[in-house]
């Protein structure tokens, strides 16, 4: 593990590295506070820290309140070595930020032991956020295909609504659903038509860009919302999302399956609606017409309003 | 102890620390004698300097950073003293600081030679 030490006094920082490079550390070893801030600032820095209290240009506890400043960044144990040990001044190096205190001149194995609580603590705080991360996962993801849920699909396309409104943009909404999807079911058994869908799933991710959004909105049915993309480029997109998934047969344990896609699409600029139900209304009904045409087909939502314009202007 | 070892003690250095501190690794004291004798004389003239500006966070920070070298090799004597010099320089107190500096070679006097000895006398 690597671990920093800062300390203007030469003779400490040397002590100090040999002792923590016997115990397996791999020492950055800095002689002032700015240096420490900046290799803590890191990215990828160390996630130990032992710093001298007083040190040139930033001192200890002025290292710790800075480092705490940065939520973002994953916990740094902090333990602070000084000759300061009133009460006042440990409050004070505490209160600063630091997690621990050592005084000088300290004991090797104390100062051994002490770390390796700090990392108990750190490998803690590990499990933790992977435990945050791994639910945040569950409760934002579908279990079968790891797309979004139909919940965040529709809160962030309500999110690209009020921005593409904002900005005077465009949002095209797509929603797919997958032909004689149940025969597949029923035919093959539901293991099969979980892998199908989890290939649909693979598909849809590798024909949209990587700011577009793609949900499994209901049980074969999928919904994309393309970020800056109007109503021009909304059917050529749509057609390109129908082809990957007709283009080639989904292999099964049953064997490769011709499957295919019917999809609704409408652009936000060609629609006055405020409201997502409304856009989700308007798409479905578009989608219900590309079913009734036939399947494996793409149609467009638009307004009566505009589709009367362009019927006259096509006359 | 050695007879070198006898000799630390009496000039107030504190063996069993400091061999414990470096665990018993003789080339790393060395390398800490090495940076003290480099380190000493120029922060015993930074704290001199400071006492004659009556610069007295210069002093303060001076007897710091010599309080600290000297914790380091476990003479107890001379870092009370150095600690003692601080306290003063973060006073503000000026009487008696030149005493304390004087104090404060003639403990570390014969600490370069003695260290020097031991750490030879050991390697044999």
């Known amino acids: 593990m690597r671990i920093l030490i800062a300390d203007d006094d030469r003779m400490s920082r040397r002590l100090l590295e040999k002792t923590l490079e016997r115990e397996g550390y791999e020492v950055i070893a800095v002689d002032n506070g700015r240096l420490a801030l900046q290799q803590l600032s890191l990215p990828d820095g160390p ?137 597949v079911n029923d035919t093959y058994g539901h293991v099969v038509g979980d892998e199908v869908l989890r290939e649909i799933a693979r598909r849809l991710l590798a024909s949209i860009r990587s700011y577009d959004f793609v949900g499994r909105y209901g049980g074969e049915e999928f919904l994309i919302v393309l970020n800056n993309c109007d109503s021009a480029q909304a059917i050529v997109r749509a ?37 997502v139900e409304e856009i989700l209304g308007e798409a479905d009904l578009a989608l219900y017409r590309a079913k009734a045409d036939g399947r494996n087909c793409v149609r467009v939502g638009k307004p009566t309003a505009l589709c009367n314009a362009q019927d006259q202007l096509a006359k | 102890m050695t007879r070198q070892g006898d000799r630390l003690s009496q000039i107030g250095v504190n063996l069993p620390e400091l061999l414990l ?31 004659t500006r009556g610069d007295m966070k210069n002093v303060e920070a001076a007897s710091h950073a010599l309080k600290g070298m000297l914790s380091g090799l476990s003479v107890t004597q001379a870092a009370a003293t150095a600690s003692r010099l601080e306290q003063m320089g973060r006073a503000g107190q000026t009487s008696g600081l030149t005493e304390a500096v004087t104090l404060l070679e003639n403990e570390v006097a014969d600490l370069l030679p003695e260290l020097d000895a031991y750490t030879a006398e050991e390697k044999l």
Not at chain 1, 59 to 88: F, N, W
Not at chain 1, 134 to 154: E, Y
Request: aromatic share 4%; hydrophobic share 40%; net charge negative.
């Open chain 1, 47 to 183: 996630r130990l820290a032992l710093l001298d209290w007083m040190m040139p240009e930033l001192d200890g506890p002025g290292v710790c309140l800075e480092v705490r400043k940065q939520h973002e960044r994953p916990y740094i144990h902090i333990v602070l070595v000084t000759s300061r040990a009133s009460k006042q001044d440990i409050v004070a190096g505490l209160e600063a930020g630091a997690d621990d205190y050592l005084t000088k001149p300290w004991d090797p194995t104390e100062l051994t032991a002490r770390l390796r609580v700090g990392r108990r603590i750190l490998q803690l705080e590990d499990r933790l956020v992977e435990a945050r991360e791994t639910m945040r996962f569950k409760a934002t993801h579908d279990p079968l295909t790891s797309l979004f849920n139909r919940g965040i699909i529709v809160d962030l396309l309500t999110r690209e609504l009020a921005r593409t409104r904002r900005e005077k943009g465009c949002t095209v909404v797509m929603l797919g659903d997958l032909d004689h999807f149940k025969s």
């Open chain 2, 21 to 51: 501190r470096v665990e018993n690794d003789l080339d790393l004291l060395g390398e800490l004698i090495g940076i003290f004798r480099e380190e000493f004389p120029r922060l015993l003239q930074c704290l001199q300097d400071s006492i």
């Open chain 1, 239 to 275: 057609e390109e999302v129908r082809n990957k998934i007709a283009q080639h047969p989904v292999q099964t344990i049953r064997g490769p399956l011709p499957i295919t896609m019917s999809l609704g699409v409408l652009a936000s600029q060609d629609w006055d609606l405020q409201l």
